[in-house]
């Protein structure tokens, strides 16, 4: 018989009662929270709600007509439109904190070659949505409010309620940042063998189609922002796969690896 360990040896001892379990996730929920609360209380002492929401505006102001603003069309809106731009940058800053009791939470339970798997996934993951978030709005609200606001007939000017404005970047930052996301879908498909890497190769042609149809559905119908949507898309898909082959070769199992060696 071998000596090797298997999976069942690498985790035996480990098991807890489900209470324990419970008590240990309300334990990082709260630790979580506590960082959102912090980040939260010093954005609200420095630099406020009111410079956060104006700097959050500030594409969308810079291709206003001269003189106009954005307007208010609720009587609680100049109060909770900030509020809410303040609790989701407060999770923004305090999102390696949040990752890292989730990942303090779920790592007992892994066996070593899956923790080399999470870990890198997880700070990829983050990075790659906060990069899609700034992409959109440091490139594309440039390129779409320019396009609004120049396809604008001159008799009317421009308004925009807050509420709308936020709900508008909302949506846009959750589908660029869902977006910038490709690579890791793609890994953990080709690492869970629901996919091989050959399949994802041939099913480029089809991804790139597929990623102008989201480009034209998500973003408003100028050709700039559906272009700074679908062509990185395409270009991550490319990432992922490659990606793809190197995990799957440095997180195999210890007895996939040893099926492998020749006898």
Same mark, same amino acid.
């Given at each position: 018989?071998?000596?090797?360990?298997?999976?069942?040896?690498?985790?035996?001892?480990?098991?807890?009662?489900?209470?324990?379990?419970?008590?240990?996730?309300?334990?990082?929920?709260?630790?979580?929270?506590?960082?959102?609360?912090?980040?939260?209380?010093?954005?609200?002492?420095? &630099?406020?709600?009111?410079?956060?929401?104006?700097?959050?505006?500030? *594409?969308?102001?810079?291709?206003? *007509?001269?003189?106009?603003?954005?307007?208010?069309?609720?009587?609680?809106?100049?109060?909770?439109? &900030?509020?809410?731009?303040?609790?989701?940058?407060?999770?923004?800053?305090?999102?390696?904190?949040?990752?890292?009791?989730?990942?303090?939470?779920?790592?007992?339970?892994?066996?070593?070659?899956?923790?080399?798997? @999470?870990?890198?996934?997880?700070?990829?993951?983050?990075?790659?949505?906060?990069?899609?978030?700034?992409?959109?709005?440091?490139?594309?609200?440039?390129?779409?409010?320019?396009?609004?606001?120049?396809?604008?007939?001159?008799?009317?000017?421009?308004?925009?309620?807050?509420?709308?404005?936020?709900?508008? @970047?909302?949506?846009?930052?959750?589908?660029?940042?869902?977006?910038?996301?490709?690579?890791? @879908?793609?890994?953990?498909?080709?690492?869970?063998?629901?996919?091989?890497?050959?399949?994802?190769?041939?099913?480029?042609?089809?991804?790139?189609?597929?990623?102008?149809?989201?480009?034209?559905?998500?973003?408003?119908?100028?050709?700039?922002?559906?272009?700074?949507?679908? @062509?990185?898309?395409?270009?991550?898909?490319?990432?992922?796969?490659?990606?793809?082959?190197?995990?799957?070769?440095?997180?195999?199992? &210890?007895?996939?690896?040893?099926?492998?060696?020749?006898?």
């Amino acid at each position: 018989m071998s000596d090797t360990p298997t999976k069942e040896d690498e985790l035996a001892g480990t098991e807890q009662p489900f209470v324990q379990h419970l008590m240990e996730l309300r334990d990082r929920l709260v630790k979580a929270l506590i960082a959102i609360g912090i980040a939260a209380g010093i954005l609200f002492l420095y &630099p406020g709600p009111g410079a956060l929401y104006d700097l959050l505006a500030a *594409p969308l102001v810079a291709h206003l *007509p001269k003189g106009a603003t954005l307007i208010a069309t609720s009587v609680i809106s100049p109060f909770m439109v &900030p509020l809410k731009i303040l609790l989701m940058s407060a999770f923004l800053l305090a999102l390696p904190v949040v990752l890292w009791q989730v990942w303090a939470f779920v790592a007992p339970g892994l066996y070593s070659h899956e923790k080399k798997l @999470v870990l890198p996934l997880v700070v990829s993951s983050t990075l790659l949505f906060l990069v899609g978030v700034a992409f959109c709005y440091f490139f594309v609200f440039g390129q779409v409010f320019a396009f609004i606001q120049g396809f604008a007939p001159k008799s009317i000017t421009a308004a925009p309620d807050i509420e709308a404005y936020l709900s508008f @970047v909302l949506t846009m930052f959750l589908a660029f940042g869902l977006s910038f996301e490709v690579p890791i @879908v793609v890994i953990v498909l080709a690492r869970m063998g629901l996919v091989s890497v050959e399949k994802l190769k041939g099913f480029r042609g089809y991804f790139i189609v597929l990623a102008f149809i989201i480009a034209a559905v998500v973003t408003p119908p100028d050709v700039v922002s559906q272009l700074a949507l679908a @062509v990185p898309m395409c270009l991550l898909y490319e990432l992922g796969i490659w990606a793809a082959q190197l995990f799957i070769r440095h997180t195999k199992a &210890p007895e996939d690896e040893q099926a492998q060696e020749p006898t």
